[in-house]
């Protein structure tokens, strides 16, 4: 069983940066890949991004390129969602999730690829 917490939501106003922190309660040996997902009201989650086990693969959403940059640090079981140039549209409750065992999720954006979720955390983009 993997425990994931988000952490790191808040209000910001458009244009601003924010950084998410997702902390798992243990890796194996090998960690796990990571995937950042997104849900707004009324709408279905979107996946944003998603990190390999060992940092070095990484997908992102066309929404998102350029200004959200993922990162991880395995030894402190955390994975960073540095978020910049935030728009209203990227308003939402942000979760992170991981597959069952430590492959890459193929395809990363597909909901039906994690196994462990987190609570998620809110982010609001306004003036």
């Known amino acids: 069983q993997l425990n994931l917490v988000e952490s790191g939501g808040g209000l910001v106003e458009p244009g601003g940066s924010l950084r998410l922190s997702c902390v798992a309660s243990e890796f194996s040996s090998e960690p796990h890949a990571i995937g950042w997902f997104r849900q707004a009201p009324g709408k279905e989650r979107e996946a944003i991004l998603c990190?390999?086990?060992?940092?070095?693969?990484?997908d992102y959403a066309d929404s998102v390129l350029g200004r959200f940059t993922v990162s991880r640090d395995n030894a402190k079981n955390t994975v960073y969602l540095q978020m910049n140039d935030l728009k209203p549209e990227d308003t939402g409750i942000y979760y992170c999730?991981?597959?069952?065992?430590?492959?890459?999720?193929?395809?990363?954006?597909?909901?039906?690829?994690?196994?462990?979720w987190g609570q998620g955390t809110q982010v609001t983009v306004s003036s």
């Open positions: 990190i390999s086990g060992s940092g070095r693969s990484t």
């Open positions: 999730a991981a597959p069952y065992g430590t492959w890459y999720p193929g395809p990363w954006h597909s909901v039906k690829q994690y196994d462990y």
